[in-house]
Each structure stands twice: as C-alpha cells, then as structure tokens.
C-alpha cells in the first residue's frame, strides 16, 4: 500500500493533482474576460470600512480564480450565479454614477449547465 505522500508523488508525476488554491484576478482594463464555471461565493468585509462585498471563485481552463466586483456589480449579478454554471464574465471597465462615485460595470452571460456540456466535441453555435 502506498504512503499520502506516495500517492501525492505518483499524482503530480501522473498530473493527475489539481491546484484547488485560486489565483487573484485583478480586473484592470475593458474587455478582459474570464470564463469559467462558478464554484462559490464569500462575503468579505471592506478594509476601507464601506461595508462588505463578494469575493467570487471559478474554475477555468488555468485552474480556479477568485475575485471581487463591487458591491453594484453583486447586487445587479451576484444572486445569480449558480455552481456548476459556465459563465463569461467581461470587465467593461468604470461607470461614473456621480461625480463622486465610479463603479466597475461587467458584462455576464451564463453559458449553460457543466452537464450539457458533457462529451469533447466543441459545442455548436
């Protein structure tokens, strides 16, 4: 029988190991785009004290990423993301809602259920 760390040994040599950690996306200029399948979502608290927000994971074709979109951006899409889902996610970059106040605007689409996409074959368009 082997050991853990046999095990662990025998699957990064096989590449058979996945990174679960995620890597920070950081949302920078218009039109970077993220596709991939929503894993979870967590409420983190603000370190400037405006009250809290969403920090959201996905796996991607480069492993999992997390990241943030402003507490507008949660309210207008946050609730809707459901696991197990691909989405595309599409930074479009800041709104000025005031001439205080700027806000990251996205573009969201949801690609369908993981399941539907169950064989190699390139989907159809």
């Given at each position: 029988?082997?050991?853990?760390?046999?095990?662990?040994?025998?699957?990064?040599?096989?590449?058979?190991?996945?990174?679960?950690?995620p890597?920070?996306l950081l949302?920078?200029?218009?039109?970077?785009?993220?596709?991939?399948?929503f894993?979870?979502?967590?409420?983190?608290?603000?370190?400037?004290?405006?009250?809290t927000y969403?920090?959201?994971?996905?796996?991607?074709?480069?492993?999992?990423?997390?990241f943030?979109?402003?507490?507008?951006?949660?309210?207008?899409?946050?609730?809707?993301?459901?696991p197990?889902?691909?989405?595309?996610?599409?930074?479009?970059?800041?709104?000025e809602?005031?001439?205080?106040?700027?806000?990251?605007?996205?573009?969201?689409?949801?690609?369908?259920?993981?399941?539907?996409f169950?064989?190699?074959?390139?989907?159809?368009?």
């Amino acid at each position: 029988m082997l050991t853990y760390k046999e095990m662990y040994d025998k699957a990064v040599k096989d590449k058979t190991a996945r990174v679960l950690t995620p890597v920070y996306l950081l949302w920078e200029k218009p039109n970077q785009q993220m596709v991939g399948v929503f894993i979870s979502k967590g409420e983190v608290s603000s370190s400037t004290g405006e009250g809290t927000y969403y920090q959201y994971v996905f796996e991607t074709d480069d492993g999992n990423v997390k990241f943030h979109m402003g507490t507008n951006a949660d309210n207008d899409v946050g609730a809707s993301f459901v696991p197990g889902v691909l989405y595309s996610v599409t930074y479009l970059g800041k709104e000025e809602i005031s001439k205080t106040r700027r806000v990251n605007k996205f573009n969201v689409e949801e690609i369908g259920p993981m399941a539907d996409f169950s064989t190699d074959e390139p989907v159809d368009k």
